[in-house]
């Protein structure tokens, strides 16, 4: 079935350094990579997404990279700020029939130490 | 603007007892899903209601659980016979259309099954 594997589980990295997590897929349809951010207590805040016509995005220290071929995702933040610590989730959809449910990572706990 | 909102935030129920969580989505969103999030765990897909199409109910884990959309906007998720591996954390996104577009979630309700 349907599957997205996330790494690290956990990451610690200190503030100004950068941070990567890496997600693989398992349907090559998928065509809908979105990231969220969850801060401890809160919903699921979207950070960033890529479609699947397109490689690379960014906006401001966060960026997304996208290998269809390889069928894997990753999630770049650039001078780690603490506020940037979190859980941190990939996912996944595809347009297919009448649903564009998302399957998501295992989360990743980010902790950017001052 | 508003986002999502969801209530109650927090429910604590006795075994065997139904509960009913509420969602009330972004005005003039058209898609709303319901996810579920065990502790330390990514979210799993519930539900998903389109407009007047038929919902997706592929993510139901059981027929103990059923959700309805009434005049295209609130929903509302209900757990009958609640069992203690219902306890999680219910949530609530809303999007433009079907499809690839960004999900926006609300905080959630955490329930407790006793």
């Known amino acids: 079935g349907e599957n997205v594997e996330q790494h690290p589980s956990t990451l610690s990295v200190q503030e100004g350094d950068s941070a990567v997590i890496k997600c693989t897929y398992s349907?090559?349809?998928?065509?809908?990579f979105p990231w969220y951010k969850q801060e401890l207590g809160k919903g699921p805040q979207l950070i960033i997404d890529?479609?699947?016509?397109?490689g690379e995005k960014k906006d401001q220290r966060i960026a997304v990279t996208l290998n269809k071929t390889a069928k894997h995702f990753s999630l770049h933040i650039t001078e780690t700020q603490p506020e940037d610590s979190a859980v941190y989730f990939c996912?996944?959809?595809?347009?297919?029939?009448?649903?564009?449910?998302?399957?998501f990572g295992q989360g990743t706990t980010l902790q950017v130490k001052p | 603007g508003a986002g999502v909102s969801q209530s109650p935030s927090n429910k604590v129920t006795e075994k065997g007892k139904d509960v009913e969580l509420r969602c009330d989505p972004i005005?003039?969103?058209?898609?709303l899903y319901w996810y579920r999030q065990s502790l330390g765990q990514g979210l799993e897909f519930l539900i998903y209601?389109?407009?007047?199409?038929?919902?997706?109910k592929s993510g139901l884990p059981s027929d103990r659980f059923s959700a309805e959309r009434t005049g295209g906007s609130v929903s509302t998720l209900t757990i009958q016979r609640t069992q203690q591996e219902d306890s999680a954390v219910y949530l609530c996104?809303?999007?433009?259309?079907?499809?690839?577009?960004?999900?926006?979630f609300g905080p959630g309700t955490r329930l407790t099954v006793l």
């Open positions: 890529i479609r699947s016509n397109v």
């Open positions: 005005s003039g969103h058209t898609a």
């Open positions: 209601f389109q407009g007047n199409s038929a919902p997706d």
């Open positions: 996104a809303s999007s433009l259309v079907q499809g690839n577009r960004g999900q926006y």
């Open positions: 996912a996944a959809s595809k347009r297919s029939g009448n649903t564009g449910k998302l399957i």
């Open positions: 349907d090559s349809a998928s065509n809908y």
